[in-house]
Structure formats: structure tokens, C-alpha cells
């Protein structure tokens, strides 16, 4: 199967407040990955009982992109997976932008000053939804971060630097900042992976 790159987003069946704390990851349960696979052009949504297929579609990715993928929807996934997904490349936006500006952003921050796009909801109203058993909303939900996630790749990829908006900061861009990446043929490497992954 070969699927191109693919971008990713993972909504929970449970907050942290539930299972104990931050360590918990594995306690979290998985209620809808979101995806966009590049080599068939497509968005795709897989429900608890799908991850297998999800897992040969990640299996078979030359990369995996996301935001905040290695510090939480890997550690979420991994108890699904009887293979160590600390073996995949990877590239994790929020990590790659902090190694730039020395600070985490949010995913909302990059969007809007470089896309003009917000998130339509958030994590919390998610969580709602899977107990309401709302899995249609909680889909889109999920959807529209991949579509944001994947927009602010490609732009990045494209253009060398996403931007924020910057207290303070005046000029040329309105009080945007770039942040330079290189996201173009950024491979990360096993050992890197290794070192920033859960």
C-alpha cells in the first residue's frame, strides 16, 4: 500500500482529569482519528474499531505530519499498535516552530496569522460529543484541524516560515512575525524521533 505523507489528528474518550493525570496517556481511548492521505487525495476518519487500518496506512507513510504529534496523539495511538510508532519519521509542526522561537504557539495562533482560519471548536467540546455519542460532529471536528494542520504545512513548505502575530510588533506585516522553516524535505530522523517522542 503505498499512501504518500500523511497528516493526522487524534480526538479522545477521555480528558486527563479522567484517567488520572498527564502521565496517562494510555488511558485516554481513542474516539475518531482524523486524516489527510496525500497519495490518494483524500480525507479520511477512522473510528476505534479502525485503527488497524489506520495502522497500515502509517505503516506504509514515507512521513507523518501533525501538530503536537509527538508529546500527544502518538502517545494515544501507541497502545493500539504492537509495533513501536517511535520508528516512524515524523514531523511535528508545534515542535519544529519551537525549536525556532524557543516557545510552544497553539495551532489557533499559527492559522490565524498565516491562514486566517480559526479551529471551529476545541478539545473539551469534543469530549461532549463522544459522550453524547455525537461521533458525525466530532468527525468534522477533527477534519477541519487536519485541514487547518495540513494548510499550514503546505504553506510553510512552500513559502520557508509560517507567522504568528506578535504583541508589540509593528511593520511591513501588520504586526505578523515569521518563524523560518524548512519542512520542504524535513526527514527526522529514528534517533530524533526517539528523543522528543511521549
Same mark, same amino acid.
Given at each position: 500500500?503505498?499512501?504518500?505523507?500523511?497528516?493526522?489528528?487524534?480526538?479522545?474518550?477521555?480528558?486527563?482529569?479522567?484517567?488520572?493525570?498527564?502521565?496517562?496517556?494510555? =488511558?485516554?481511548?481513542? #474516539?475518531?482519528?482524523?486524516?489527510?492521505?496525500? $497519495?490518494?487525495?483524500?480525507? =479520511?476518519?477512522?473510528?476505534?474499531?479502525?485503527?488497524?487500518?489506520?495502522?497500515?496506512?502509517?505503516?506504509?507513510?514515507?512521513?507523518?505530519? $501533525?501538530?503536537?504529534?509527538?508529546?500527544?496523539?502518538?502517545?494515544v495511538?501507541?497502545?493500539y499498535? #504492537?509495533?513501536? =510508532?517511535?520508528?516512524?519519521?515524523?514531523?511535528?509542526?508545534?515542535?519544529?516552530?519551537?525549536?525556532?522561537?524557543?516557545?510552544?504557539?497553539? =495551532?489557533d495562533?499559527?492559522?490565524?496569522?498565516?491562514l486566517?482560519?480559526?479551529?471551529?471548536?476545541?478539545?473539551?467540546?469534543?469530549?461532549?460529543?463522544?459522550?453524547?455519542?455525537?461521533m458525525?460532529?466530532?468527525?468534522?471536528?477533527?477534519?477541519?484541524?487536519?485541514?487547518?494542520?495540513?494548510?499550514?504545512?503546505?504553506?510553510?513548505?512552500?513559502?520557508?516560515?509560517?507567522l504568528f502575530?506578535?504583541? $508589540?510588533?509593528?511593520?511591513?506585516?501588520?504586526?505578523?512575525?515569521a518563524?523560518?522553516?524548512?519542512? #520542504?524535505?524535513?526527514?527526522?530522523?529514528?534517533?530524533?524521533?526517539?528523543?522528543?517522542?511521549?
Amino acid at each position: 500500500m503505498t499512501t504518500g505523507d500523511i497528516v493526522f489528528d487524534i480526538e479522545t474518550k477521555k480528558s486527563f482529569d479522567e484517567v488520572g493525570g498527564r502521565n496517562n496517556f494510555h =488511558l485516554l481511548g481513542v #474516539s475518531v482519528i482524523g486524516a489527510y492521505v496525500y $497519495g490518494l487525495g483524500q480525507y =479520511l476518519t477512522f473510528e476505534e474499531h479502525e485503527i488497524p487500518e489506520f495502522e497500515r496506512f502509517i505503516k506504509n507513510a514515507p512521513r507523518v505530519i $501533525g501538530f503536537n504529534i509527538h508529546h500527544f496523539d502518538l502517545a494515544v495511538l501507541q497502545p493500539y499498535i #504492537s509495533w513501536s =510508532l517511535k520508528n516512524l519519521s515524523t514531523l511535528d509542526l508545534m515542535d519544529d516552530v519551537k525549536k525556532s522561537l524557543g516557545h510552544r504557539l497553539y =495551532l489557533d495562533s499559527l492559522a490565524d496569522a498565516t491562514l486566517g482560519v480559526r479551529k471551529s471548536g476545541d478539545g473539551l467540546q469534543a469530549l461532549r460529543w463522544y459522550k453524547e455519542g455525537k461521533m458525525d460532529e466530532i468527525k468534522k471536528y477533527c477534519l477541519k484541524d487536519v485541514e487547518i494542520t495540513k494548510n499550514l504545512y503546505e504553506f510553510g513548505a512552500k513559502n520557508g516560515h509560517v507567522l504568528f502575530y506578535s504583541r $508589540g510588533t509593528r511593520g511591513e506585516l501588520g504586526g505578523r512575525v515569521a518563524i523560518p522553516v524548512n519542512w #520542504s524535505n524535513n526527514k527526522i530522523t529514528e534517533k530524533n524521533v526517539q528523543n522528543t517522542l511521549f
